[in-house]
């Protein structure tokens, strides 16, 4: 019973459970000369840059685009992934849309041929006034930590309200990051969709708008929600 | 409430997530492939994680599964292949030693494969990446107890089984 004892301390101490040095049995310091080493530094290296080739492979995959016109916007631009949605854009050309996909994703997306309906019909009724809230998967993994918190707490805004710039530099916990706030939201990739034109200055002004048309659209938008005007 | 984008991700834990396949698939070119499959299958479940702050034990997780199912093909594959044992120049130790010390290492590789999985990698994950209990527990998918256990009862295994009783 005594020696159970001390085999069990002894893998305490070996495993760090327990305080002081383990004396080193037979198992225990096999398995120290088995699994304590590191992979050499320049095999990580090379593992982590096969990974990154990989993870660039994936992203550019399966990215389409597609558009819905005889909207009040005119014609409006959409692009997802196989994970979701990462572009929405308006008062532009197909070539323009499709300059600004490579330069943000770093790929040539091909036009859909249907897969993306589900988005340009939720577009639609947005826009016509007929549906209040998008049903949407949205794919945010190629954005930037903090703009992603910032597009985060912007959908959190409701319909028919306006928040402040300042309000949600406060709701990400960076309460003194009001300009950069502003200036994530300016580069919204999915106007409309994240809801930025819920959020403006704080004296009430709309400020700047990410989308086509500039704040006449971010006005125009905010009608359509029925946000009480401040 | 933090969500790194994926690529911080990356550079924050692959390093580390490379060396724990390593330790478990016990082969370089296999561990990198491990290393690709368990980021590729993160990135395309990480939207679905928003809000979430346990990357690190998600990642470990996911890397787990992978390391354990190409384990599984591995040992069907192949007629098992000689555990890789490391070449350990030591001074003070006759080519006769050097020899028994070998054969005693290949022993205890050889039986730490044929440890339960559960074992296998908690004891990996504990003594070796360093996690705590908990931090295996959420990996595992079991109780910090059980985490526990899954280690003692490793190196009880293994002890019997060299003979060490």
């Known amino acids: 019973m005594k020696k159970t004892n001390d085999e069990l301390m002894e893998v305490s101490r070996w495993l760090g459970d327990a305080p002081g040095a383990p004396s080193r049995d037979g198992v225990l310091s096999a398995l120290d000369a088995l699994y304590r080493g590191f992979p050499a530094p320049e095999h990580t290296r090379a593992a982590q840059a096969k ?22 916007l005119g014609r409006v631009f959409f692009a997802a992934t196989t994970a979701g949605l990462v572009s929405v854009a308006f008062g532009q050309s197909e070539r323009a849309f499709r300059d600004h996909l490579r330069a943000a994703l770093g790929v040539e997306a091909a036009r859909a041929s249907g897969q993306l309906r589900r988005i340009g019909q939720q577009l639609r009724e947005y826009l016509a ?12 993994r190629a954005l930037p930590d903090f703009q992603r918190r910032v597009l985060l707490a912007a959908l959190e805004v409701p319909r028919g309200q306006v928040t402040t710039y300042g309000e949600i530099a406060h709701r990400i916990g960076r309460p003194s990051a009001a300009r950069a706030v502003g200036q994530a939201l300016g580069h919204n990739p999915m106007p409309i969709v994240i809801p930025c034109h819920r959020v403006v200055a704080s004296d009430g002004s709309l400020r700047g708008y990410s989308g086509g048309g500039g704040p006449r659209t971010k006005a125009w938008l905010l009608a359509l929600e029925g946000a009480s005007d401040k | 409430m933090t969500h790194p984008d994926f690529e911080s991700l990356v550079g924050a834990h692959s390093a580390e997530i490379f ?105 990996i994950l504990r003594k070796y990446q360093a996690l705590s209990y908990a931090e295996i527990a959420d990996t595992l998918g079991c109780s910090a107890e059980a985490a526990r256990a899954n280690v003692y009862q490793a190196i009880k295994k293994l002890r019997n089984e060299l003979g060490e009783e």
């Open chain 1, 129 to 140: 006034g007929r549906r209040t809230r998008f049903d949407l998967p949205l794919d945010l």
């Open chain 2, 19 to 123: 060396a724990y396949l390593w330790r478990m698939v016990r082969d370089e070119a296999d561990a990198q492939d491990c290393l690709q499959e368990a980021f590729l299958r993160a990135y395309r479940a990480y939207d679905r994680l928003d809000g979430r702050a346990q990357h690190r034990a998600w990642l470990y997780r996911i890397a787990t599964n992978v390391a354990l199912t190409h384990l599984k093909r591995r040992g069907r594959e192949a007629a098992r292949r000689v555990p890789l044992v490391p070449n350990l120049p030591d001074a003070q130790l006759s080519a006769g030693e050097a020899a028994i010390r070998r054969e005693t290492l290949a022993a205890v590789a050889a039986a730490v494969e044929r440890l339960p999985e559960q074992q296998r990698a908690a004891l």
């Open chain 1, 51 to 72: 990974l990154r080739r990989a993870l660039s492979g994936e992203r550019a995959r399966g990215v389409r685009y597609d558009s819905i016109t005889g909207t009040p």
